[in-house]
């Protein structure tokens, strides 16, 4: 009680630097990624070490580059990711909001579904949605890379509870107002939960952009294939020992523009509607 | 605060009838597109892979009939799989704590506007955003027997040396830390977002209660965010339930089976082996058991929730 | 469906951006491969002669087609990573989504053999002569009797030295050249006198990873076919792991291994440095790694520059076989209209025509019995040659070629890494085969 | 118009009854406090008349319009919410104009009643402010603002000065008052505070476990509260309660015997009371003098500047708090006698009810 202040400023630094400590550990590995995505091939073929010792080369960026169809297959992705981020954003908020603060018939059986469809496992339902998808005849195309992620029930629990969280009076406040439930949904909700947005938005658009079983099987066509696809599909046979380095420029340049989201996302995820400063 | 005074919403909307807003089946259409997506995309085809579970149904070779339940005992007398099942829970036991833990920790400590606690969430959001291909290659470099990373350390300190690779005991904590290496930046930026909604009053009274730190943390802001670590626990379980591809490329599911996860059972008859049927077999025990762990942590949560 | 026409509607704008403009009215054909796209290195190269490696030769074989053919033919490569080419396949062929040529190993024909074109005729109207098949590769694409696919190499397994190990050791004859073993004991008190003498590894390979489970079972294979030893008996329902064979197939692992004479625990690209920085012997890898050595030999600052050697992987027993597999091309049922079908028989038989650019620049041996003589004359390629005539692999008949091979490769990877005796992992392997032969 | 009419209101969940058959009616331009403790059931009245619960049963007319059917936003209430539940994410403008966005109110003239609200709450300056960076006082007024813009014909308040230190909500009860005299809309406050009830009121309803157990003019209830529940709950200090018996009358005025056998007279009629059973006696601090009566020790002495509250302890161990009118109070010990004013005792009976002095005619 007495020494709290020295102890708190002790504390702090203890915690600074176990978090220092930490993302040390955390970047390493990345650093060595971006390190060996500048090494030649062959020297990579002897030895992953040596990091800062030349030679250095461009060539496996290059090589990424100079594929033609690597900005289709960027395109692609952008179209997919974005698609799939917006459109779950948009039901996972809707029925978030649903479960959270309206009721209906038949509430609880329906929240129970997207409990159920929760802990179905991915590889259970891939091959008879790849079936479906055969019989409806839309494999290679967006719809096919799009929809089947939709159902996040994930994302639909996660907004359920950030909508609970939201207190009531503010809704109350807003329907006093004379605002619609829409209005309440569109003017309200939602802004208030720009955080679980962000969240959720990064989670989804990053799981579009790095999937890859799925587009591969659903997009056979090289000029619908994505870029997890398509940059694979570049690897020779013998990619992990001859063309590390090469493998590694493709995770930086795969990776590079989920990393630019997250920078431009965070600042909502820390946001600007309860972290105001209160002084 | 005024959840206590008031009834809970769902609880008063029960007896409204027509009185707020818009009717009760109205409101049904806030669930409704998302309804018709989980039952086209997720339900309907789980039916369809619960039939092929009990058929014998082979990829190329095509089909060849109903087997009743043979699929499942097969199963269950499959050395392999039952080992599968054992590692998977111990990995989802393993890593799910790490995941609340230290995505707590991470979260509580750079939830500010600093510019350093910035960077340092995209340091540990960055290695998010690699494939599983990469991850594993880099750290398959890290735990390269002699000469890798690990054992370099471990050589420096004089450790006994930790080889997850051939190692029985250590294959599986091996792929576990490379899991929550890879992915910690989920959890700690939905605790992040959770941690946003505590209001800064609160806090602002706990310190003119001259509240110490940790006493902050567990009459603060662990209650606060409860509802959210009930959350992350729940899909960190759900998610690690799945585990396949850095097992499947770090330790290729050995040494002796020891870190070969149901999704890689599941892949390796349905997929490679083409064993439809019976790897159908395998995804509805791996699906019973998400299940259950699901109900159960809910459950958890939810009786916590009504005291 | 309302919604999905709508959205539909909406993308296919978005689409074109996506899609190159419409070809002209050629004849297209899809064509299905792994090997990498190497675009930067080659992009609309057709210097097939000068073309290197499997991505290179493959890529100036196609633009070379596409360039000159005079039937108005136009192949567009699909082309796919390795690791899930096959699981790829599936997924398309269920879809009818269905590629027109397509590479194909041909230890998978044997599961894909009723999804195939059988090919004598067609081989014949494309005047292709199966006649100069040679005698593994007419065996690699031959299944009842029919030929489903056109043969486009052999590859198979070896041990590569490194000759300045063996020096050193005092394991050269007169020649300088490494002394092969001929026995399993030979072979353990080899390893053991270069591990005394450099204190180097005798044995490098490859066995952390499903890549890498190959590695152990080509080398089972291949001492197993050394013994004339099977693990099908009594048909192709049960395999049986319980035979001498078998387990002195395993035995030298779990010797090599008890002697402390073998890598533990390395990925491909550990095994892979650890050969090239001169840490081992005897590297055990395929007939593709040939040229990549002969090139680290030229090097001076290279381990390997004191000499680089290459045989086919030795016996220890009574016959010289080994492991091989094959790369071959198919043409899967329902992927060709007639006019397409054509094309894709010009297209094999263009490749057929270039099978010696694929041998030289792939690595592989060819296809072509009338090749031979000319790859016997590229570097090292005299002491492998042979072995078009006597390499074996499991017969077609025998399923889940790809599942064995993981299963056992992993078995003898327990051995190496862990210590387990060759007795424990033909139990092993016996056990996961029955579930491995389950159904259909 | 504006005149406010509950008809037989109940509510229930499930099986649990909140309320039962409640009826009462505000008149236009009243101040009506709803106060009782908290789940006495007086927020849940103050929702079912905004709209945001649903009676189970019973009517709610305002003016001459039913509303208990139509929506919140269209019953022409306003509300102001104990959280104050400002829109986190709008500026105070933002806050103030959404009610009236809504309702598709021109531009301009919300930026007239903005600009008007603002001057007369004294927010002018804060208006490009999000609630975040205003203090609890400022949100208040904020959340006052936002009512006022909508001119409703009813201002509900649902305890908004329960979160305001002492200081600043004494003053925003002047400011209320002040408000409710300039705008004339009738206002229903909710409170469990009985001061904000006696100062602001026109008229209070007192409520407990779902009944209204007295409704009148706040000195009508201080003075003649109709149940010991009321009595209790209004006045500070709490009134006095001092079990008794009944000891006859005296000119047809009930007399009773307190536990140390002191009589006490009052001019409560004989007649109303009921003949047997317990009785309690009550009486105000103000009308406790001290002099002759009763014997007492002085426990605690309380100094509020204007007046000084002495406790003290009768024989039977019941306490008795009164006025010291004198800036000289008793020593803590001191033997006190004391003596209740006959005009302002009331009896109450085993239920509660009470039984006030009859003036002599």
């Known amino acids: 009680m007495k020494i709290r202040t020295p102890s708190t400023a002790t504390g702090d630094r203890l915690i600074l630097l176990a978090v220092v400590l930490l993302a040390a550990i955390w970047i390493a590995p990345i650093v060595w990624v971006v390190g060996l995505s500048f090494k030649p091939n062959e020297v990579l073929m002897r030895t992953t070490g040596g990091l800062v010792s030349p030679p250095f080369t461009l060539k496996n960026y290059t090589d990424i580059l100079n594929s033609s169809a690597v900005f289709g297959w960027m395109l692609n992705s952008a179209i997919v990711a974005i698609g799939q981020m917006t459109l779950t954003l948009i039901l996972a908020s809707l029925t978030g909001y649903g479960f959270a603060r309206t009721n209906f018939p038949g509430k609880r059986p329906l929240f129970l579904l997207t409990l159920v469809a929760l802990a179905v496992p991915e590889q259970a339902i891939i091959v008879p949605l790849h079936t479906m998808f055969a019989t409806l005849d839309l494999h290679n195309t967006y719809i096919a890379l799009i929809t089947p992620r939709l159902a996040f029930p994930f994302g639909v629990l996660l907004m359920t509870q950030y909508f609970r969280a939201i207190s009531p009076e503010i809704e109350e406040a807003a329907l006093l107002d004379n605002a619609s439930r829409l209005r309440i949904f569109i003017f309200i909700v939602l802004p208030l939960s720009v955080p679980a947005q962000a969240t959720l938005g990064i989670y989804t658009f990053l799981h579009a952009w790095n999937d890859y079983f799925w587009p591969l099987v659903s997009a056979t066509r090289p000029e619908m294939y994505t870029l997890t696809v398509g940059l694979a599909s570049m690897q020779t046979n013998f990619a992990q020992t001859e063309g590390l380095g090469f493998l590694m420029a493709q995770a930086v340049f795969a990776g590079l523009p989920v990393l630019v989201l997250y920078l431009f996302f965070q600042r909502h995820i820390v946001a600007a509607v309860a972290g105001a400063p209160t002084r | 605060m005024s959840g206590a005074i008031l009834p809970a919403p769902s609880q008063r909307t029960a007896t409204t009838g027509s009185g707020i807003g818009m009717s009760a089946w109205a409101n049904m259409f806030f669930v409704l597109p998302y309804i018709i997506v989980v039952v086209a995309l997720v339900i309907a085809p789980l039916f369809l892979g619960i039939w092929l579970s009990f058929q014998d149904y082979d990829m190329l070779g095509g089909w060849a009939g109903g087997v009743a339940f043979e699929n499942y005992t097969n199963l269950f007398s499959d050395r392999i799989f039952l080992g599968t099942i054992r590692n998977t829970l111990l990995f989802v036991v393993m890593t799910t704590p790490a995941f609340v833990v230290v995505g707590l920790f991470l979260a509580i400590t750079l939830n500010s506007h600093l510019r350093r606690h910035a960077v340092l969430r995209s340091v540990f959001f960055a290695s998010s955003v690699l494939s599983v291909t990469v991850v594993t290659l880099v750290w398959r470099l890290v735990y390269l027997p002699n000469q890798g990373l690990l054992a370099s350390v471990t050589n420096l ?36 977002a959770a941690l946003q909604q505590i209001p800064k009053e609160i806090y602002e009274a706990a310190a003119l209660d001259r509240a110490s730190r940790w006493a902050t943390l567990t009459s603060i802001t662990l209650p606060s965010i409860r509802r959210t670590i009930v959350v992350v626990t729940l899909l960190e379980v759900i998610l690690q339930f799945q585990l396949f591809g850095q097992a499947l490329l770090i330790t290729g599911g050995g040494p002796d089976n020891r870190s070969r996860p149901m999704v890689q059972f599941i892949y390796e008859t349905g997929f490679r082996d083409l064993q439809v049927g019976f790897a159908a077999a395998a995804s509805q025990v791996l699906f019973a058991l998400m299940l259950v762990a699901a109900i159960v942590q809910f459950w958890v949560g939810r009786s916590r929730d009504e005291r | 469906m309302k919604i999905q026409k709508v959205f539909a509607a909406l993308l296919a704008g978005t689409a074109a951006f996506a899609t190159p403009a419409a070809a002209q009215p050629k004849t297209e054909i899809t064509f299905a491969r792994f090997f990498g796209a190497c675009e930067a290195d080659y992009g609309n190269s057709q210097d097939v002669a000068h073309a290197r490696g499997e991505c290179g030769v493959m890529t100036t074989l196609v633009n070379l087609f596409n360039a000159t053919n005079k039937d108005n033919i136009l192949v567009k490569p699909q082309i796919i990573e390795w690791g899930p080419y096959y699981q790829q396949l599936n997924a398309r062929l ?29 081989l014949k109207e494309a005047g292709i002569d199966a006649a100069d098949f040679t005698p593994n590769a007419r065996n690699a694409v031959t299944v009842g009797g029919k030929i489903y696919a056109m043969p486009w190499d052999t590859h198979s397994w070896l041990w590569h030295f490194n000759v300045g190990l063996f020096k050193k050791a005092g394991l050269v004859d007169a020649q300088g050249q490494p002394i092969i073993p001929t026995t399993v004991d030979e072979m353990i008190a080899q390893s053991k006198q270069m591990k005394e003498r450099t204190g180097k590894n005798y044995i490098d390979i490859a066995t952390s990873t499903p890549g890498d489970f190959a590695n152990s079972s080509r080398s089972f294979y291949s001492w197993l076919y050394d013994q004339g ?156 040659v042979e072995l078009t005539n006597y390499g074996k692999a499991l017969p077609h008949e025998a399923r889940r070629q790809f599942g064995f091979q993981s299963m056992i490769g992993e078995e003898i990877a327990n051995v190496i890494n862990t210590g387990k005796t060759a007795e424990q992992a033909a139990d092993a392997m016996q056990e996961r085969s029955v579930g491995l032969l389950r159904g259909r | 118009m504006g005149g406010l009419s509950l008809r037989g209101l109940s509510k229930s969940y499930g099986s649990l009854d909140i309320m039962r058959d409640l009826s009462l009616e505000i008149a236009d331009g009243e101040f009506a406090v709803f106060l009782g403790p908290s789940g006495c059931g007086k927020s849940t009245l103050l929702r079912m008349v905004a709209g945001l619960e649903a009676p189970t049963s019973g009517e709610i007319h305002l003016g001459n319009r039913r509303i208990d059917a139509i929506a919140p936003g269209e019953r022409g209430v306003a509300m102001v919410f104990q959280n104050y539940a400002l829109y986190p994410h709008m500026t105070v403008k933002q806050n103030m104009a959404f009610g009236l966005r809504n309702v598709g109110t021109p531009r301009d003239e919300i930026a007239s009643k903005i600009a008007i609200a603002a001057k007369m709450l004294e927010i002018a300056h804060l208006l490009d402010r999000k609630p975040g960076q205003l203090s609890g006082g400022q949100r208040q007024r904020v959340a006052i603002g936002r009512a006022i ?54 008229r209070i309803v007192v409520m407990n476990h779902g009944r209204i157990e007295q409704v009148g003019a706040p000195m009508e209830i201080y003075r003649k509260p109709s149940t010991r529940f009321v009595a209790s709950f209004i006045g500070s200090p709490s009134m006095n309660f001092l079990p008794v018996v009944q000891a006859g009358e005296s000119d047809g005025r009930a007399l009773v015997r307190l536990a140390d056998g002191t009589v006490v007279a009052t001019e409560i009629l004989s007649a109303s009371v009921p003949r047997s059973g317990e009785m309690t006696l009550g009486v105000r601090a103000e009308h406790v003098t001290p002099g002759s009566g009763t014997a007492a020790r002085v426990d605690v002495v309380e100094r509020l500047g204007e007046r000084t509250l002495v406790y003290a302890i009768v024989d039977d161990g019941s306490t008795i708090v009164y006025d010291e009118p004198g800036d000289v109070a008793p020593a803590i010990g001191e033997h006190v006698r004391l003596s209740l004013d006959p005009a302002n005792v009331m009896l109450f009976d085993a239920a509660g009810l009470a039984y006030h002095a009859e003036p002599r005619a």
Request: aromatic letters at 10%; hydrophobic letters at 45%.
């Open chain 2, 157 to 192: 300190l004089g450790l006994p040396g930790i080889d997850p690779v051939t190692s029985e005991t250590w294959a599986l904590p091996g792929v576990a830390v490379v899991t929550v290496w890879w992915i910690i930046g989920l959890p700690m930026t939905l605790f992040l």
């Open chain 3, 94 to 122: 269920s879809a009818h989504d269905i590629p027109a040529v397509a590479v194909m190993h041909s230890a998978q024909l044997g599961d894909y053999v009723r999804y195939v074109e059988p090919l004598d005729d067609m």
């Open chain 4, 149 to 202: 813009v909508k001119q409703p014909e009813v201002f509900l308040f649902d305890e908004p000065l329960s979160n305001l230190d002492a200081a600043l909500r004494s003053r925003t009860r002047i400011e209320l008052a002040r408000l409710h005299q300039r705008v004339q809309s009738t206002m229903i406050f909710v409170t469990h505070d009985q001061v904000e009830a006696m100062t602001m009121a026109t």
């Open chain 3, 229 to 384: 030893g099977t693990i099908f008996p009594s048909g192709y329902e049960k395999a049986d792991f319980k035979s001498p064979e078998v387990l002195a197939a395993i035995r030298p692992f779990e010797l090599l291994a008890k002697a402390g004479t073998i890598t533990r625990g390395l990925d491909s690209g550990g095994g892979l440095s650890t050969f090239l920085n001169g840490e081992a012997a005897i590297y055990l890898s395929g007939t593709w790694r040939i040229d990549d050595f002969l090139a680290a030999q030229a090097k001076p600052d290279s381990p390997l520059h004191e000499g680089y050697t290459t045989r086919v992987f030795p016996s220890l027993f009574k016959t010289q076989t080994v492991w091989t597999d094959n790369h071959t091309w198919v043409l899967p049922k329902g992927g060709t209209n007639p006019a397409q079908h054509k094309a894709a028989l010009v297209f094999i038989k263009f490749l057929w025509d270039h099978n010696a650019d694929w041998a030289r620049g792939g690595g592989h041996l060819p296809a072509r019995q009338s090749l031979m003589a000319g790859y016997a004359k590229l570097p090292l390629r005299n002491f492998i």
